[in-house]
């Protein structure tokens, strides 16, 4: 018997969703988690203080990793296109503290680097900020490139990143 494929939502069993809001150096970021994994993390525009709800242990847990990036990263589930979870996988794999650019994360995933553009939408797709680190990916020409949360969010990332890369 052949089966439709399922879409995300009906292949998952029943889990318990937590909707979070957390505070960051880099801004507060809405984070939905289902007890098991980080599924989303967005930055969003602070928050009056009634809608603050107490955070889930996944959020409070990333919200101690942007902190100390020595503890480690909250579990996370990729959910896109198989072109997106490439781009985003081979993005998993830059190291705090440095970056590449679009056509070096193009050959990485086995394709030509005149793909740029194409790497730039699938990483403008990133559900998780941060964890999924789409802000060390910059042009070629070494300009930042663009970044879904802003530029001056993305310059911020980075020298974080590269003034704490040590934590690794």
């Known amino acids: 018997m052949?089966?439709?494929?399922?879409?995300?939502?009906?292949?998952m069993p029943l889990m318990p969703m937590h909707s979070s809001l957390i505070s960051s150096q880099f801004g507060w970021l809405s984070i939905l988690d289902d007890e098991r994994d980080i599924l989303q993390a967005r930055f969003i525009a602070p928050?009056?203080?009634?809608?603050?709800?107490?955070?889930?242990?996944?959020?409070?847990?990333?919200?101690?990793?942007?902190?100390?990036?020595?503890?480690?990263?909250?579990?996370?589930?990729?959910?896109?296109?198989?072109?997106?979870?490439?781009?985003?996988?081979?993005?998993?794999?830059?190291?705090r503290g440095e970056t590449k650019t679009y056509g070096q994360l193009a050959l990485a995933i086995g394709i030509t680097p005149k793909a740029s553009r194409a790497i730039g939408q699938a990483l403008s797709k990133n559900p998780i900020a941060v964890l999924i680190p789409c802000h060390r990916v910059v042009a070629a020409s070494g300009k930042l490139g663009g970044f879904r949360w802003g530029q001056a969010r993305k310059q911020a990332l980075l020298a974080f990143e590269k003034a704490n890369h040590h934590w690794q």
């Open 2 to 11: 052949v089966h439709e494929k399922q879409s995300f939502w009906e292949a």
């Open 47 to 95: 928050p009056s203080p009634k809608e603050i709800p107490p955070p889930s242990r996944l959020a409070h847990h990333f919200e101690c990793w942007l902190e100390d990036p020595k503890t480690l990263p909250p579990p996370f589930r990729l959910q896109g296109s198989d072109f997106q979870e490439a781009v985003w996988k081979a993005a998993l794999t830059i190291p």
